[in-house]
């Protein structure tokens, strides 16, 4: 699983699939599922949404991009999708966490 892990830290910012990530593990895709939680504590899908707003954090410090920006740079469809899937992780939303670290 840590070819997948690498994988996920280097493309994150790309569409990933389970079924790709099962391939580079040489796994089923259910097994891969069922593996990758084990060892992770969570399914796939949420490791790579959880290296998603990693990455958003740290552009939102860091940088003056839009959120429109951030969200085509770290994988997300677009501002919006960023916007609700960083409050439901945060509880806050990517401008209020900006503002809020920014002081």
Known sequence: LLKVISYIHEHYSEKISIDDLAKIACLSKSTFI????????????????????EAAE???????????????KTGFYDATHLSHTFKNQKGISPSEYRKKNAE
């Open 58 to 72: 740290y552009m939102l410090l860091s940088t003056r991009c839009s959120l429109g920006e951030i969200a085509s």
């Open 34 to 53: 069922r593996r990758f939680g084990e060892v992770c504590k969570m399914p796939p899908s949420d490791y790579v949404i959880n290296r998603r707003i």
